[in-house]
T-cell receptor, first 114, second 115 residues
């Protein structure tokens, strides 16, 4: 079974631009979560989607948004990029939402903002 | 809000040494606990998890962890480390029974094993 895939793997953007990252979950998984990983803050939860609905959102500004499609694929968007948005963005999928289902992580998208 | 603390930022051990990585969480309710590992250049992957039952849980690659509820701790252990255990280790917690699935991670502990 193919794992979680994320595209693109690397991205360089300029301050003020916007960016869209994509995540394809493991086949059959319906829940997708997004995390930001930086050396200073570690792994921080961005949001979680299930059945095309955002179920939970972390403590990030409104410039960070996401959506989920009917095939469970998910995208996240960051508008008006800032230097501090440079990070590894990880997507994780699980069969269902809830604490008893293991989350499987993708390789991440490395975003560099210049 | 729940939080997870990992006491050691970087641990350096020689091969065959024993390992214990500390993890404490702050939340008074029922939690599910996890240890994830990130090998250099690889995905985060689950080492082990605790939901309920025996507080001593065994994971992959010889790792185990003990849940001590009274101490709000979930320390990771391995009796004898190998060079291939060099990686970053993350402790994480989720509220059990909550309506959503939000993992809260510790800042991670980098383990370097010297051959």
């Amino acid at each position: 079974k193919a794992g979680v895939t994320q595209t693109p793997r690397y991205l360089i953007k300029t301050r003020g631009q916007q960016v869209t990252l994509s995540c394809s979950p493991i086949s059959g998984h319906r829940s997708v979560s997004w995390y930001q990983q930086t050396p200073g803050q570690g792994l921080q939860f961005l949001f979680e989607y299930f059945s095309e609905t955002q179920r939970n959102k972390g403590n990030f500004p409104g410039r960070f948004s996401g959506r989920q499609f009917s095939n469970s694929r998910s995208e996240m968007n960051v508008s008006t990029l800032e230097l501090g948005d440079s990070a590894l963005y990880l997507c994780a999928s699980s069969l269902e939402p809830g604490g008893h289902y293991e989350q499987y992580f993708g390789p991440g998208t490395r975003l560099t903002v210049t | 809000a729940q939080s997870v603390s990992q006491h050691n930022h970087h641990v350096i051990l020689s091969e065959a040494a024993s390992l214990e990585l500390g993890c404490n969480y702050s939340y008074g309710g029922t939690v599910n606990l996890f240890w994830y590992v990130q090998y250099p250049g690889q995905h985060l992957q689950l080492l082990l998890k605790y939901f309920s039952g025996d507080p001593l849980v065994k994971g992959i690659k010889g790792f185990e962890a003990e849940f001590i509820k009274s101490k709000f701790s979930f320390n990771l252990r391995k009796p004898s480390v190998q060079w291939s255990d060099t990686a970053e280790y993350f402790c994480a917690v989720i509220l059990s029974g909550a309506g959503s699935y939000q993992l809260t991670f510790g800042k991670g502990t980098k383990l370097s094993v010297i051959p």
